[in-house]
């Protein structure tokens, strides 16, 4: 299984990133997909989370300003982000949810600064 996360960068604050998340190993269609984050010195979180036919769920932190959205066709997993600020600095991650620790990849750096 690998789940590619890709699209972090530096960004100034209000900027917008689209990250994407190419899977590989599992049958996409299948999974509850997801976006979790994990700053310096903090535990990680969940961000997003989206199913195949089930509604996107947000944390409240990001509730508003990103999107996440998926591509069957591609396994591929994207999450727009917008109006970034720089308390959404991290590395970004994509898992299965509920999470297998074994798919974690290596994530994209995020970094939200003037």
């Known amino acids: 299984v690998q789940l590619q996360a890709s699209g972090g960068g530096l960004v100034q604050p209000g900027g917008s990133l689209r990250l994407a998340c190419a899977a590989s190993?599992?049958?996409?269609?299948?999974?509850?997909m997801a976006w979790f984050r994990q700053a310096p010195g903090k535990q990680r979180e969940l961000v997003a989370s989206?199913?195949?036919?089930?509604?996107?769920t947000y944390s409240d932190a990001v509730r508003g300003r990103f999107t996440i959205s998926r591509d069957g066709a591609k396994s591929t997993l994207y999450l727009q982000m917008n109006s970034l600020k720089p308390s959404d600095t991290a590395v970004y991650y994509c898992?299965?949810?509920?999470?297998?620790?074994?798919?974690w990849g290596q994530g994209t750096q995020v970094t939200v600064s003037s």
């Open positions: 898992n299965v949810f509920p999470v297998r620790e074994a798919y």
């Open positions: 190993g599992i049958i996409f269609r299948s999974n509850i």
């Open positions: 989206l199913g195949r036919f089930s509604a996107a």
